[in-house]
């Protein structure tokens, strides 16, 4: 085929990300050292508490101390939890039994995924963890259930559990949906966390509502070949709360619902977090954001022009695995450019799309193949796996992606590495939720 010949910079590129390797794995370092305080930013209390080692102090949270309630028997029985019966929305199939209940004084560290701490309000009143048991499925849930010793208190414990869903650092978990819930307490989130587990996707679906003084947190934990719906969790959530509002005040309004939306993150306004991002297999180290560079015009296909296309604003964020043993080449590369209208930011990517598909004919030593298609009601684009002989027996392979969603549109490149490659769908995935990201960009 005749056409320029462009090999990508494969060394130039493996160095810059080396050093936001570097960089990154100091950042993770800092957050590990402080993680409590950065986690619970908005906590109040509970950060000042948490920075000074007073989340482990030995009995908190027992119910036994420093009651400032007038009711210090809010919730004092089991009996508000729920049962086997009304744990039945969970799931239609087999019967649900309690297999454990436990109280603040033998709660363990880690009742629930991503969750950081033992408890989200040490200086709480009292603690209740139930779990459960699908005999016929193996299925399993958990109900956590927070007392805190005035509504102040159990809105900080509230935040700092929706915290530590955000920025969940858990390997190998991804955030798989997520939904904003009215009617279910006075405020709440649902989200769906992903874990491959021998071949097979292990889901969390994790309900967290706040109810006068007390938090509660509800999981199910099921196999399956796609993401659960969140209708089961959201009405066995409901029943729940119902129990424990009647003593606490702050039961919802309305019809149970939920609908569609992203957890907060701390990263930079229309990035992703790092839960949002792909799960391999041979990586057990979580994702770590380390800045980025500026954006050039792609591995050789893609010839972007964001003068031409008259962007507004553009930035790119790289996601590295600092702690993993990964060659420096790999990581995730994530632009985000601003346009003046919904055409411009069309137009710019309608021209990457013909400029990738068209890459053979024009890159002589390309070979390109489309990966699929990217379309919601809202965001349009188009993914591909390219690959550039560099001769010597050298091949650089990556996976690109382009979308656009209103004004806004996202580049993300992934090179394709031995043994560190994910799927076409886990990386359309991944461009979709950039696209969902960058509605906040500013």
Same mark, same amino acid.
């Given at each position: 085929?005749?056409g320029s010949?462009r090999? /990508?910079?494969?060394g130039g590129?493996?160095?810059a990300r080396?050093?936001?390797?570097?960089?990154?794995? $100091?950042?993770?370092?800092t957050?590990?050292?402080? %993680?409590?305080?950065?986690v619970?930013?908005?906590g109040?209390? %509970?950060a +000042? #508490?948490?920075a000074?080692g007073g989340?482990?102090t030995?009995?908190?949270?027992?119910?036994?101390?420093?009651?400032k309630?007038?009711d210090?028997n809010?919730?004092?029985?089991?009996?508000?939890?729920?049962d086997?019966?009304?744990?039945?929305?969970?799931?239609?199939?087999?019967?649900?039994?309690?297999?454990?209940?436990?109280?603040?004084?033998?709660? /363990?560290e880690? =009742?629930f @995924?991503?969750?950081?701490?033992?408890?989200?309000?040490p200086?709480g009143q009292?603690?209740?963890v139930?779990?459960?048991?699908? =005999?016929a499925?193996?299925?399993?849930a958990?109900?956590?259930?927070?007392?805190?010793?005035?509504k102040?208190a159990?809105?900080k414990?509230?935040?700092?559990?929706?915290?530590?869903?955000?920025?969940c650092?858990? /390997?190998?978990v991804?955030?798989a949906s997520?939904y904003?819930?009215?009617?279910v307490?006075e405020?709440? !989130?649902l989200?769906?966390?992903g874990q491959?587990?021998?071949g097979?996707?292990k889901y969390?679906s994790v309900?967290?509502? %706040?109810?006068?003084?007390a938090t509660? %947190?509800l &999981?199910h934990?099921t196999?399956?070949?796609?993401?659960?719906?969140p209708?089961?969790?959201?009405a066995?959530?409901?029943?729940? #709360?119902?129990?424990?509002? +009647?003593?606490?005040g702050g039961?919802g309004?309305?019809?149970?619902?939920?609908?569609p939306?992203?957890?907060?993150t701390t *990263?930079?306004?229309?990035?992703?977090?790092p839960?949002d991002l /792909?799960v391999l297999s041979?990586?057990d180290k979580?994702?770590v954001?380390s800045g980025?560079?500026k954006t050039?015009?792609?591995?050789?296909? *893609?010839?972007?022009?964001?003068?031409t296309?008259?962007?507004?604003k553009?930035?790119?964020?790289?996601?590295?695995?600092p702690?993993a $043993?990964v060659?420096t080449?790999?990581?995730?590369d994530d632009? !985000?450019?601003?346009?003046?209208?919904?055409?411009a930011?069309?137009s710019?990517v309608t021209?990457v799309r013909?400029?990738v598909?068209?890459?053979e004919?024009? !890159?002589?030593?390309?070979k @390109? *193949?489309?990966?699929g298609?990217?379309?919601t009601?809202?965001?349009?684009?188009?993914?591909?796996?390219?690959?550039y002989?560099t001769?010597?027996?050298?091949t650089?392979?990556y996976r690109?992606?382009?979308? =656009?969603?209103?004004?806004?549109?996202v580049?993300v490149?992934?090179?394709?590495?031995k043994?560190?490659?994910i799927?076409?769908?886990?990386f359309?995935?991944t461009?979709?939720r950039?696209? &969902?990201r960058?509605?906040?960009?500013k």
């Open positions: 085929m005749a010949h090999a /990508p910079r494969g590129r493996a160095a080396e050093a936001r390797r570097q960089k990154a794995r $100091k950042r993770n370092q957050i590990a050292a402080g %993680v409590a305080v950065v619970l930013v908005g109040g209390g %509970v +000042a #508490l948490n000074f989340d482990e030995p009995g908190a949270n027992s119910g036994a101390t420093d009651d309630s007038a210090t809010m919730l004092g029985d089991a009996k508000v939890l729920l086997a019966a009304t744990a039945k929305p969970l799931g239609a199939t087999g019967a649900w039994a309690i297999t454990k209940t436990a109280d603040g004084s033998s709660a /363990p880690r =009742s @995924v991503c969750q950081s701490q033992r408890f989200a309000d200086a009292r603690t209740w139930r779990t459960f048991q699908n =005999s499925t193996k299925d399993t958990v109900q956590y259930v927070e007392v805190s010793n005035d102040a159990a809105a414990a509230y935040t700092s559990i929706v915290g530590w869903l955000s920025a650092s858990t /390997p190998q991804r955030l997520s904003v819930t009215t009617g307490g405020r709440g !989130v989200a769906v966390f491959p587990t021998g097979k996707t969390k309900a967290v509502a %706040v109810a006068g003084q509660m %947190v &999981e934990d196999i399956a070949g796609t993401p659960p719906k209708e089961p969790v959201l066995a959530a409901t029943a729940g #709360l119902k129990r424990i509002c +009647a003593q606490t039961c309004t309305g019809a149970p619902l939920a609908k939306g992203l957890l907060p *990263e930079a306004p229309g990035f992703m977090a839960v /792909p041979g990586i979580p994702w954001s980025g560079t050039g015009s792609g591995t050789g296909c *893609e010839k972007i022009n964001l003068k296309a008259k962007a507004t553009s930035s790119t964020l790289t996601y590295v695995t702690e $043993k060659p080449e790999f990581g995730l632009m !985000v450019a601003d346009f003046a209208s919904t055409a930011a069309t710019f021209q013909k400029n598909d068209g890459c004919k024009s !890159v002589s030593n390309a @390109v *193949e489309s990966t298609n990217v379309s009601s809202v965001i349009k684009g188009e993914s591909w796996r390219a690959s002989d001769g010597g027996g050298k650089f392979t690109i992606g382009i979308a =656009s969603l209103g004004d806004k549109a580049y490149l992934f090179p394709v590495l043994g560190l490659d799927s076409d769908t886990a359309n995935e461009l979709t950039a696209a &969902e960058s509605a906040t960009y």
